[in-house]
């Protein structure tokens, strides 16, 4: 089966098309609040850094592996359990577990305990992402689900630009400690938010032929995994946004001690410019990639693999441009073209994958759609260059962090691959399904 179009199906109307609208910002800011805790580590990575007395190549980890590990593999049993009860419930719980980890964090005084909490974000995280994708599938019909789920992917770049923005100023006027609590509460409160205020969708309430099946005959585990895997275009959308996720990843752990270690930049000078640049930049990149999939990608399936590989191909040298430059004031300018062009394959892939499966499959294919990608992304990134960094630092003390930087120059070559991959393959479906229909 590939990822034909739907046929058009008229858009919710009147008081239920406004709390639609609703439920996708109550979730997008839910969004918000989950990056923000997971980002705000590389955030304030200098003073955790000064304070701890922690390596780049520990810090990687911290912010890598050891969050990846239970995220993405704790994702799938959750998303399972999602897809057979309610997922509003699932997901304000999730939202509780990760706020009071992030608490947890704030009161940390060591590595290890650090490294505990930090898996407990993890652990929370896990619940948070694939129940979202499911509920927005029910709210939004297929025709408007590319702009509805693009909509919601803004939260990792507005959580991005908010964490930078209040974190280094927090961290800069007190405490970093003091960030993580305040963060944490704010999570604690919107997970009430979230359960009292959002309604459970029907579902496939909005697709455009509702699902057959009865309520009690959802699709098992193992035929949902099977169904997965033996499909090229989604394996293949799962390893292209993984190795995108390589990049984004291991940028966003290191960017703000880069640009503060080896370019000059004080927390202050961060607080704005930085987070003016993720905030605009990866917003941009993402509502357009939405945009575009929902205007091209009906009747040319393969533009979820083409227009992200295009647009990794033109975040090339300016990514360049930013690791080379000494100045950081120019870097600034240079960085504005891989956030907004890095992150073309988000939206893509996950209305890929949401439109391309039956609505009781939705949340444990996009689980392991997230699996895959963060296992590759979030997990090897952070971990892979701040290894490379310790591996720099005897011999090159002042520039290790600008050579791990390069060395992820060959991943964008990678995610190009597969994404052109993803296009010939989706390509070759839709053909066949229009002669099938011939």
């Known amino acids: 089966m590939s990822a034909a179009p739907f046929p058009p199906r008229p858009a919710i109307e009147g008081r239920d098309d406004r709390y639609a609208w609703f439920v996708l910002a109550a979730l997008c800011f839910v969004y918000i609040l989950n ?77 290890v305990q650090l490294a505990a909490a930090r898996m407990g974000v993890g652990i929370g995280e896990a619940g948070g992402v694939p129940p979202s994708y499911s509920i927005i599938s029910d709210y939004f019909p297929p025709e408007r689900r ?42 604690l409160i919107a997970a009430a938010g979230v359960w009292a205020f959002v309604r459970e969708p029907r579902r496939g309430a909005t697709d455009a032929a509702p699902a057959s099946a009865p309520a009690g005959d959802t699709p098992t585990f193992s035929a949902t995994m099977k169904m997965f895997f033996a499909r090229a275009d989604l394996t293949l959308v799962s390893l292209a946004a993984g190795a995108t996720q390589f990049i984004t990843y291991a940028t966003l752990a290191f960017t703000t001690l880069f640009l503060m270690r080896e370019k000059g930049m004080t927390l202050d000078q961060i607080a704005i410019w930085y987070a003016l640049v993720l905030g605009v930049g990866v917003s941009a990149g993402i509502y357009l990639s939405g945009r575009l999939v929902d205007r ?96 720099f630092k005897p011999t090159h003390p002042d520039t290790s962090l600008q ?36």
Request: hydrophobic letters at 55%.
């Open 35 to 111: 990056f923000l805790d997971r980002q705000l580590l590389s955030i304030l990575a200098k003073p955790i850094q000064d304070d701890l007395g922690i390596s780049d190549g520990e810090l990687g980890l911290l912010g890598g592996l050891y969050f990846a590990i239970f995220y993405c593999v704790l994702g799938i049993p959750v998303a399972w359990l999602a897809d057979r009860t309610n997922r509003v419930r699932v997901l304000s719980v999730a939202c509780a577990l990760w706020s009071a980890a992030t608490i947890a964090c704030g009161m940390s005084t060591t590595y």
């Open 146 to 187: 590319g702009l509805a789920l693009g909509l919601f992917n803004l939260g990792p770049p507005l959580g991005q630009a908010l964490g930078v923005a209040f974190g280094a100023k927090v961290a800069a006027a007190y405490d970093w400690r003091l960030a993580f609590l305040l963060l944490g509460v704010a999570g």
């Open 296 to 391: 091209y990608a009906a009747s040319h399936p393969e533009a979820y693999g083409l227009i992200p590989a295009i647009s990794l191909l033109l975040a090339v040298p300016f990514f360049i441009g930013f690791v080379h430059t000494p100045a950081w004031p120019l870097a600034m300018l240079f960085l504005l073209g891989p956030t907004f062009l890095n992150y073309f394959y988000l939206t893509p892939a996950v209305t890929l994958v949401q439109n391309a499966v039956p609505a009781r499959q939705r949340t444990l294919a996009g689980a392991v759609l997230l699996l895959i990608m963060n296992l590759i992304g979030l997990g090897l990134g952070p971990t892979w260059l701040g290894a490379v960094s310790d591996w």
């Open 403 to 438: 050579l791990a930087f390069y060395s992820l120059i060959p991943f964008y070559f990678v995610a190009i691959a597969l994404h052109l991959a993803l296009a010939r393959v989706l390509k070759r479906n839709h053909r066949k399904d229009a002669h099938v229909a011939a």
